[in-house]
């Protein structure tokens, strides 16, 4: 599958946008589906005060609004940079069937976006990351899966 470079010229220039305009960071990102833009996003971070409002992310939530759909299957996602890790779960969470990126990982850190802290911590133990996890209460919080799987009414995803 090749990638329509108008469709990366659009990520490219939402995300130059967003950083001339004052809005937030250098990324932006356009959901497509057959052949047609169905959403777009920008990283609105430092604006909302919220780490998740990545360009992706964004894009993604918009994309499903507008198709009434929480899967995006058929589409494919144009992203001004490489996804960082986060961005990259959403993506395959949303079932996207391409991604076309524009700079790469490399090109973020080089700007002052790295992100191979988050790619090194997956790698650990969950014991050994630098932020304490723990489980507390599994088994009560395995109720909650109970309840799910006798759920008569529920949408698997």
Request: hydrophobic share 45%; net charge neutral; proline share 4%.
């Amino acid at each position: 599958m090749q990638g329509n470079p108008m469709f990366m010229e659009k990520a490219i220039a939402l995300a130059t946008e967003n950083v001339t305009s004052g809005r937030g960071g250098p990324f932006g990102a356009v959901v497509v589906r057959d052949g047609k833009v169905v959403a777009t996003g920008v990283n609105l971070v430092t604006a909302t005060n919220d780490p998740t409002a990545h360009a992706e992310v964004a894009a993604i939530r918009n994309a499903c609004e507008a198709l009434g759909s929480f899967q995006l299957n058929g589409c494919s996602i144009y992203t001004s940079c490489e996804p960082c890790p986060m961005c990259l779960a959403a993506i395959y969470w949303a079932r996207c069937d391409a991604i076309f990126y524009g700079s790469t990982a490399a090109d973020a850190a080089a700007a002052g976006f790295d992100d191979a802290f988050l790619y090194e911590e997956m790698k650990r133990p969950v014991g050994a990351r630098k932020i304490l996890a723990v489980n507390l209460l599994p088994e009560k919080a395995r109720s909650s899966f109970d309840a799910w799987k006798k759920q008569a009414g529920r949408v698997d995803y």
